[in-house]
Nanobody, 122 residues
């Protein structure tokens, strides 16, 4: 299983970015429960930004409520993070994660993407 994150980059304060993360399993059929985005700023621990359940219930850390929106497309095994009104303090490496099982199994494993750098600077 692999999670491939993309969409990071350099953006000016007040700008927007949309991160994407696609799960793939080399031809195996998978099912995904919870999907989420985390971030890690230099010198800090990795922290939750937002996550979304299979049923679409979302959860946001207080710092990003109202500015960031998490969503998922189960047909594409993809989770998105729409980031608006970006601030310099949003600068970090953003990681996706997902709880994934093979289609015929009820054993879920947590996987992490490789991270995508978001830099907010003028």
């Amino acid at each position: 299983v692999q999670l491939q994150a993309s969409g990071g980059g350099l953006v000016r304060p007040g700008g927007s970015l949309r991160l994407s993360c696609v799960a793939s399993a080399n031809g195996f059929s998978i099912k995904i429960s919870r999907m989420g985005w985390y971030r890690q700023a230099p010198g800090n621990q990795r922290e939750l930004v937002a996550d979304v359940t299979t049923g679409g219930r979302t959860n946001y850390a207080d710092s990003w409520k109202g500015r960031f929106t998490i969503s998922r497309d189960d047909d594409k095994n993809t989770v998105y993070l729409q980031m608006n009104s970006l601030k310099p303090e949003d600068t970090a490496v953003y990681y996706c994660n997902a709880e994934i099982a093979q289609r015929r199994s009820d054993i879920y494993t947590t996987y992490w993407g490789q991270g995508t750098q978001v830099t907010v600077s003028s």
